[in-house]
């Protein structure tokens, strides 16, 4: 009998497109604020503030909005007018209306796990884009349950596991983010399989994964590559493999 009770899943840039359209507006946000400022360091600063509004806007589209316009109006010393901030709110909604394009083999990879393993899905963002994009996805009725989060960390991870009634050991997490879909989840005693995606903020790109957690993650090039990487994880925890 398979030892993984569950696998779950990452949303944006693990299932569908979503940092390619923030790499978008960080340079359309660019060239708004360029007639307004010399020399570089706008994105900089629109990093650094977006960074320090985490913990009062969260993760998603409408908190990267307000950071834009605060933003623009700081590194442009209040120059900025109306109508170029009215064009950082109308790129803002056009980034909540984008279509859900669903990454290529992902389809197939979630309906082949979800053959054999309960599957769950954990995002975070602003519940209702992340509802819209589930929605629009045609993924939904495959997971058994889809956790919206404001953060993604050990605790919130624990806190999860006890509702799914699942071990850490039991539990894959499939994600394109080191720092919030794996890390805290191998912390656990928990399984994680890293899809890189080709753009990833770079704040999601801060964790360091000890050595001694290094047999618990396994890395796979495309969506394709998932269902073989769940039995191989399936493989390793078993009793016979964990005694060995």
Known sequence: MPQIRMVAFDADDT???????FDAAQAEFERIVAPHVSGPGALERLAAIERANLAVFGY???????????AA???TEQRIGAADLHRIVVLSKEMLAHPVELLPGIRAAVEEIAAVHPIVMITKGDLFHQEAKVRDSGLGDLFR???????????????????????ASEFVMIGNSLRSDIAPVLALGGWGVHVPY?????HELEAEIP???ARRLYTVAEASELPTAVRAIVEAASPESVGA
């Open 198 to 202: 080709h753009l990833t903020w770079a």
């Open 73 to 75: 109006i700081e590194v």
């Open 15 to 21: 299932l569908w497109r979503s940092e390619d359209y």
């Open 60 to 70: 998603g589209v409408k908190g990267m909005a307000l950071s834009m316009v605060e």
């Open 145 to 167: 349950r889809i956790e919206t989060v404001s953060e993604k960390d050990a605790a919130t991870y624990a806190r999860l596991l006890s509702e799914f009634d699942a071990g």
């Open 211 to 213: 050595t001694a957690h």
